[in-house]
């Protein structure tokens, strides 16, 4: 029976249903052959998202849209440029930059690509930049967004298992600097190579115009990390004060908010949570079919049975990783595949925050690996390039992607040092 | 109708969540200030929550490109069954949801016999928005189904 929710999942997926969609689908059609009273629907559904940390995931949308309805996009660009821009290839560093510190904003990969790359891409072309370089450059920048905090993929991840928020933020920091970092060695060898432009240094007041411009959303950012680490608030609580906060700087300071486009930020941001929530929905009941079918327990036992290395076990859940991530939405991928994965890697020895951080960084690198990267497409339809010339253009970067996995899988303490840190 | 229906939905929507904002403000500045903190604020902020993301799932799917579905297959198949694929897509949503809220009836008439935990109210009230979900998806989804056949004959 377990092959017909498979093969209906699969097949839907392909036949562009969307996620959720497919996920409901597989499980209804797998209700009805298993003779399952199909109550198990609504009542999984309401389980699923009936929990409280996941009341942080509207809350951090919000948040973020609240802040660019203030023209934050623009003002993080503009202070990365004043930052960056006099060195060579400048622009490439901006949009890998301004990717770090919206990230905080954002909390997803694809939304990075999408409100990112609409400024970035046409700016980079009209400075001479190559196209395909221009694409692959805001795909690669915007994986950052995902596994810097605040993240949504780790709240998700967090409930899931029961883990701790704050130290699965904390968790992803290093690991996302280090990418960051990573991705804008790359783009400066590659401009110093193509010769790229660079814009004439800033004065030190417009760099400190552009830091009071951006310094109202990074405040944001640490209200949200030490007010749920120093214990004051719950993920939750941080979500909503980040709400008020961004009312209060958007009204007060930006001036950019009135009643009006508040409500239409709100509506467009419980829409976009809405639909992750019918997402965490179906999959809490996908997941329940997978338990009754002792999935998780075949799935460990296949792969411990080929090896209980750590190490082999890690590669061959990092190979797996990669590859539902590169045609799968992270956060659905997460919700069918984090909790059976993450018995295997507890099974070995790897601590689970640890272990929260390998999968969503696996994911996120997915995102931008070829053929069909979903943030790939993205960029490439905004910069209107062949999607081939644009993996062929990232491929630099998905390296040192690969690079930073490599590290973060082999060396536990690139994200466990900051969690550790702070809970002792 | 159709209007009303939106507009019911987006004000669901908006009253749902500045409610669930001012509950979780409420939990904070009873716990900073003298008064001790309603043992009902947890339990209120999440059925806000769930009737808030109830609320808006149907106008997500009426606004497109809120579910996300992978592309790169379709864009390799051909242009007729694309748009086979463009018509039936909504049927088979259609139909999901048409099981989702006939069911998610008897779950409310199963929430009729409970308390809720802390506020005492009848849980029929919460698993209602399971009906709202489905309901609310299943409207939308006929529209799609109206819009693509009308497509066809135009």
New interface residues.
């Given amino acids: 029976m377990i092959w017909i929710l498979v093969i209906v999942f699969v097949v839907a997926l392909v036949l562009r249903y969307p996620i959720a969609f497919a996920l409901g689908l597989a499980c209804l059609v797998y209700l009805i052959g298993a003779e399952i009273p199909l109550i198990l629907m609504p009542m999984k559904m309401y389980s699923g998202i009936d929990v409280f940390v996941l009341l942080s995931i509207p809350g951090f949308i919000i948040a973020g849209n609240l802040m660019n309805q203030g023209g934050l996009t623009e003002k993080i660009i503009s202070f990365c440029n004043h930052l960056m821009g006099h060195i060579r290839g400048g622009l490439s560093l901006v949009n890998i930059g301004a990717s770090m510190l919206f990230a905080g904003i954002s909390g997803t990969a694809i939304s990075d690509t999408a409100s990112m790359g609409s400024v970035m891409i046409p700016a980079m072309k009209k400075e001479g930049y190559d196209a395909d370089f221009s694409c692959a450059v805001t795909a690669a920048s915007s994986t950052v967004g995902p596994i810097i905090p605040p993240s949504v993929p780790m709240i998700i991840a967090a409930t899931l298992s029961g883990l701790s928020v704050g130290k699965l933020f904390l968790a992803g920091a290093i690991p996302g600097l280090l990418l960051g970092v990573g991705l804008m060695l790359v783009a400066y060898f590659i401009a110093r190579k193509k010769n790229y432009p660079k814009h004439p240094k800033s004065s030190f007041g417009q760099v400190a115009r552009g830091f009071v411009d951006t310094f109202w959303s990074l405040l944001m950012t640490f209200i949200i990390l030490f007010g749920i680490i120093g214990g004051i608030f719950t993920p939750t609580e941080a979500s909503i004060v980040a709400v008020l906060y961004a009312l209060v700087v958007g009204r007060l300071v930006y001036k950019k908010l009135n009643f009006k486009n508040v409500q239409v930020v709100i509506l467009d941001s419980m829409k976009t949570s809405a639909s992750l929530m019918i997402l965490v929905g179906f999959a809490n009941l996908f997941g329940y079919i997978l338990i009754t079918e002792h999935i998780p327990q075949t799935i460990s036992n296949e792969i411990l049975g080929f090896s209980s290395n750590k190490y082999v076990v890690l590669l061959l859940i990092n190979l797996l990783l990669i590859a539902v991530g590169t045609f799968m939405e992270t956060i659905a991928a997460l919700l069918i595949l984090f909790p059976i994965l993450l018995k295997v890697a507890i099974a070995v020895d790897v601590d689970p925050i640890h272990f929260a951080v390998i999968a969503v960084l696996n994911l996120i690198i997915g995102l931008t690996t070829p053929p069909v990267g979903v943030c790939l497409f993205v960029a490439s339809s905004i910069g209107k390039v062949s999607i081939g010339k644009v993996s062929k253009a990232g491929f630099p970067f998905l390296l040192v992607s690969l690079g930073v996995l490599i590290l973060v899988t082999l060396i536990p303490e690139i994200s466990l040092w900051l969690p550790n840190l702070f809970t002792d | 109708m159709r209007k009303a229906i939106g507009k019911i939905l987006?004000i669901g929507?908006?009253v749902s969540?500045?409610g669930?904002?001012a509950m979780?403000?409420l939990?904070?500045i009873c716990r900073f200030s003298w008064f001790e903190t309603p043992s009902w604020t947890?339990e209120a902020?999440?059925i806000l929550?769930?009737y808030?993301?109830?609320?808006?799932?149907g106008?997500?799917l009426k606004?497109s490109n809120?579910?996300?579905?992978?592309?790169?297959?379709?864009n390799m198949f051909n242009p007729k069954f694309k748009a086979v694929?463009d018509k039936s897509?909504p049927v088979?949503?259609f139909i999901?949801f048409a099981?989702?809220a006939f069911?998610?009836i008897?779950?409310v008439s199963?929430g009729m016999i409970e308390k809720s935990p802390s506020m005492g109210f009848n849980m029929g009230i919460s698993?209602c928005?399971?009906?709202i979900?489905?309901a609310t998806?299943c409207y939308y989804a006929w529209h799609k189904i109206v819009k693509a056949y009308k497509k066809k004959s135009a």
């Fill in positions: 987006k929507t908006l969540t500045w669930l904002i979780v403000l939990q904070i947890e902020s999440r929550f769930i808030a993301i109830s609320f808006a799932s106008l997500a606004s809120y579910y996300v579905a992978l592309d790169a297959f379709y694929l897509i088979v949503i999901l099981v989702f069911y998610a008897r779950f199963l698993f928005s399971m009906f979900i489905g998806l």
